[in-house]
Structure formats: C-alpha cells, structure tokens
C-alpha cells in the first residue's frame, strides 16, 4: 500500500517566518494530496490540496507544490501568524477515496 | 445541515467489553470512513464504505467491524475491546468520486483499560 513520510515532526517559527513541510508518497499511481490542519482537541479540517496534473496551487498565504518524479509535494505558509499554530498533516490517495496519511507536523508560532 | 456527527464523544470501556461507535452525515455523501488517531502516527484507515450496502477493510480492521445498511450512518462496532484500541476515532465522509474532499466529525476520545 501506499506510505507517506511526512518531515518535519515538529517545527517552531517566529511570527511573520515562513514555515515548510516536506512529504513523500511511495505509490506512483496517486494522483490527490490533501493538507489538513488539526488544531488540539478538535477535527482535522482541509486547507489546500493538488492533483497531480498541477504542480503548484496557492490559497493567500498558503501554498503547495507538487514533485511528481521525485515523489514528493510540500506545503508552504508566509507570514506566519499565531493561528497557524496546529499539527498538520500531508495525504495521499490513488483517487479511490482512500487516504494514507503521514505522522504529522506539529507547528508553533512564537510571537 | 449537521454534517458529520458522532456519538458519544467520550468512552471508557473494560477489556472484553463490546461496544458500538455511531458516525452520521446529513449530506447525501456516497463515501464513509473509519479512521484511528494515535499519537505520532497520524490518521490510519480502518473501514470504508463506497455506498450503502458496500463496505471493505482498510489499513488496520482487526478487532472492528462496520456495516453501512444507509447512505447515513456508518456504525463502528468493536467487538471485544483491547487497550492497545484506546485512541481517538474519527468518521469522515466525502460526495462522491469528483469531490474528494473529506469532511470530519468531530471525534470520539475511547479509553480502554
């Protein structure tokens, strides 16, 4: 099956920073990867995803790109705020509804 | 529209004992899932339903099962509880097979000791 790695476990940044996670999928035919945010204690929510005849989509500060031949797609937010503290996590999925999901990145944002 | 709600939000539960995890969507979605959330090791599939009547195993279904007899509602039945199933479990649902997006409810916390 399909196996996503998802780097770095946790990152802090300084308000107004940029912030980057990395992923990479094992499974050449998934062509969907969503990003969800999961603040403590409540319900992972979508914020961007791409499919995989797109190589980069961007929501205001938000951003993902994707690397189809090396396998691997990230997520970028500028200007980092206080909110966007949260873990977040990549996915993967062949388009058959089935998501893998990585381990997550817990992100903390020091004013 | 509610979305996608589960009941009950909290659960503790003795080894052996059996009990069932309610998932509901008001959203006319084709797709249900079942997923387990352990710490560091992000969100893993249990089951899946791509319709009513229509179910299947995903990453780790040991110890579950799941029936979907509606297009609403995805009851998560665990069959003689373990401590190694205390985690958070979360249903999720999506349209159909162009809309990818899955919405998630909200959660149930289980304990199992």
């Known amino acids: 099956g399909e196996n996503v790695e998802q780097h770095p476990s946790t990152l802090s940044v300084q308000e107004g920073d940029s912030a980057v996670i990395k992923c990479t999928y094992s499974d050449s035919a998934s062509n969907y990867f969503p990003w969800y945010k999961q603040e403590l204690g409540k319900r992972p929510q979508l914020i961007i995803d791409i499919r995989s005849n797109v190589g980069e989509k961007k929501d205001q500060r938000i951003a993902v790109t994707l690397n189809k031949t090396a396998k691997h797609f990230s997520l970028h937010i500028t200007e980092t705020q206080p909110e966007d503290s949260a873990v977040y996590f990549c996915?993967?999925?062949?388009?058959?509804?089935?998501?893998?999901f990585g381990a997550g990145t817990t992100v903390t944002v020091r004013a | 529209n509610a979305g996608v709600t589960q009941t009950p939000k909290f659960q503790v539960l003795k080894t052996g004992q059996s009990m069932t995890l309610q998932c509901a969507q008001d959203m006319n979605h084709e797709y249900m899932s079942w997923y387990r959330q352990d710490p560091g090791m992000g969100l893993r599939l249990i089951h899946y339903s791509v319709g009513a009547g229509i179910t299947d195993q995903g990453e780790v279904p040991n110890g579950y099962n799941v029936s979907r007899s509606t297009t609403e509602d995805f009851p998560l039945r665990l069959l003689s509880a373990a401590p190694s199933q205390t985690s958070v479990y979360f249903c999720?649902?999506?349209?159909?097979?162009?809309?990818?997006?899955?919405?998630f409810g909200p959660g149930t916390r289980l304990t199992v000791t």
């Open positions: 999720a649902s999506s349209r159909d097979r162009a809309n990818y997006e899955q919405y």
């Open positions: 996915a993967a999925s062949r388009g058959d509804y089935k998501l893998s």
